[in-house]
C-alpha cells in the first residue's frame, strides 16, 4: 500500500523560507501526479502547485514566484521549496500522489508564518 509522509513545515517569520518534503513508499513516484494542498483555518482545502509525471508544472496565483514545487524519482521524494512567506501562507500542508483511479494523500505538516 502507498503511503506518503511530510515534513519540514514549522514556524518562520515573514519573509522566511521553508522546504517541505513529502517521502512516499510503496509505490513508483514516477508514474503519478504529484500535488501540494494546503488547508487554512476555516477555508477549503486548495491547491497550492502540482507537478505531473511528464513535469508540467502549475502554481496558484497566490504563490506563483515565491514557491517551487519539484521532486526526486530515485529519492521518492516531492518537495515544496517556500521563499517570501507571508501570513496568509500558514495552513497545513498535504502532498497528493494520483494515477488513475488510485491516490494517495499524507497526514499534513503545519506551517506558521508570524513574527
Known amino acids: 500500500q502507498g503511503q506518503l509522509v511530510e515534513s519540514g513545515g514549522g514556524l518562520v517569520q515573514p519573509g522566511g523560507s521553508l522546504r517541505l518534503s513529502c517521502a512516499a513508499s510503496?509505490?513508483?513516484?514516477?508514474?503519478?501526479?504529484t500535488s501540494w494542498y494546503r488547508q487554512a483555518p476555516g477555508k477549503e482545502r486548495e491547491l497550492v502547485a502540482g507537478?505531473?509525471?511528464?513535469?508540467?508544472?502549475k502554481y496558484a496565483d497566490s504563490v506563483k514566484d515565491r514557491f517551487t514545487i519539484s521532486r526526486d524519482n530515485v529519492k521518492k521524494t516531492l518537495y515544496l521549496q517556500m521563499n517570501s512567506l507571508v501570513p496568509d501562507d500558514t495552513a497545513v500542508y498535504y502532498c497528493?500522489?494520483?494515477?488513475?483511479?488510485?491516490?494517495?494523500w499524507g497526514q499534513g505538516t503545519q506551517v506558521t508564518v508570524s513574527s
Open positions: 497528493s500522489a494520483r494515477r488513475y483511479s488510485a491516490g494517495y
Open positions: 510503496g509505490i513508483t513516484l514516477s508514474y503519478y501526479d
Open positions: 507537478i505531473t509525471s511528464a513535469g508540467t508544472t
